[in-house]
Structures are given as C-alpha cells and as structure tokens.
Nanobody
Framework: QLQLVESGGGLVQPGGSLRLSCAASGGNLNGYNIGWFRQVPGREREGVSCISTSNKYTKYGDFVQGRFTISRDSAKSTVYLEMNSLKPEDTAVYYC???????????????WGQGTQVTVSS
C-alpha cells in the first residue's frame, strides 16, 4: 500500500511562494503518475497539476495561469509543486495523489495523501 506524505504548506502573504513536496512512506513514487489537487470546505476537490511517470507530460488547471510548476526528483522519489504569485483564492488543503495509470486532472487516482494546508493571507 503506497502511503503519500505531503509537506511544505503554511501561511504566506499574497504574492509569495511555497514549494509543496509529495513523497512516499515506505515506497517509491517512480513509476507512478502524480497529481496535485486542492479543496476548500464546501467545494469539490479540483485538479491543480499532474505529471506523468516519464515526466514527459505535465498539465495544469486553468486557474494556475503559469504561476505553478510541477517537477519530479527521481533520485529522491519526490514530486514538487512550486507555487509563485500566490493569491488568497489559492487558500486550500493541497493533496497529492498517485496512480500507475495516467489520470490527468481527474480525481481517479488510487492513492491519496492526507493533505497540507496552504493559507494565503496578509
């Protein structure tokens, strides 16, 4: 059973940056497609970004507008989400997810982390 662990969330001022990390406890993310999702109370979980196993394909939600970058460090078996120019509306719990099959920004991933809170506020 793959267990995902997110880290890097926190409180940041508007316009600031954060880097989220997704790693596997007791496993290896290499060979998995990875997605980042976010959710605020009362709203559906939405896709933020994803990266394929080969790192060849990446995708971003329309709201990202060039502000975020997803990447993978295979040596560390870690996937990162670099978030810049953060806005208050980016406030949410961010989750990483993994699946052997490519699922893009759909929520059809087999494994999910517990989430990390990102709060953008002055």
């Amino acid at each position: 059973q793959l267990q995902l662990v997110e880290s890097g969330g926190g409180l940041v001022q508007p316009g600031g940056s954060l880097r989220l990390s997704c790693a596997a406890s007791g496993g290896n993310l290499n060979g998995y497609n990875i997605g980042w999702f976010r959710q605020v109370p009362g709203r559906e979980r939405e896709g933020v970004s994803c990266i394929s196993t080969s790192n060849k394909y990446t995708k971003y939600g329309d709201f990202v507008q060039g502000r975020f970058t997803i990447s993978r460090d295979s040596a560390k078996s870690t996937v990162y989400l670099e978030m810049n120019s953060l806005k208050p509306e980016d406030t949410a719990v961010y989750y990483c997810a993994a699946d052997r099959d490519y699922a893009g920004l759909l929520r059809a991933y087999d494994y999910w982390g517990q989430g990390t809170q990102v709060t953008v506020s002055s």
